[in-house]
């Protein structure tokens, strides 16, 4: 078993940046991929990016590109999505994810609770 536990949302305002941090523990956080994945009011839940156990490797929904940036600490079993250029769009829970394999799908193991993001205009 892996237990995630997000933190760093908030409410902010257009413009502003804000960092996520996802703390694992349980199995070897190195062995696995890690994802953040995000859902907006009404919406179904969606990718936002993912990293590669190494963190060689990252992957981000096309909206993100060139905003976003995930991270990761393996010897502190942590990874981060720092988010610039926040817009209204980006308000959402934001969920961490650890799976075998970096996908866009919802195809990982285990899931954190979620942390609340709300840019306003």
């Known amino acids: 078993q892996v237990q995630l536990v997000e933190s760093g949302g908030g409410l902010v305002q257009a413009g502003d940046s804000l960092r996520l941090s996802c703390a694992a523990s349980?199995?070897?956080?190195?062995?696995?991929?890690m994802a953040w994945f995000r859902q907006a009011p009404g919406k179904e839940r969606d990718f936002v990016a993912a990293?590669?156990?190494?963190?060689?490797?990252?992957y981000y929904k096309d909206s993100v590109k060139g905003r976003f940036t995930i991270s990761r600490d393996n010897a502190k079993s942590l990874v981060y999505l720092q988010m610039n250029s926040l817009k209204p769009e980006d308000t959402a829970v934001y969920y961490c994810?650890?799976?075998?394999?970096?996908?866009?799908?919802?195809?990982?193991?285990?899931w954190g609770q979620g942390t609340q993001v709300t840019v306003s205009s």
């Open positions: 994810a650890a799976g075998p394999r970096p996908t866009t799908n919802e195809r990982y193991d285990y």
């Open positions: 349980g199995r070897t956080f190195s062995n696995y991929a």
């Open positions: 990293i590669t156990w190494s963190g060689r490797s990252t």
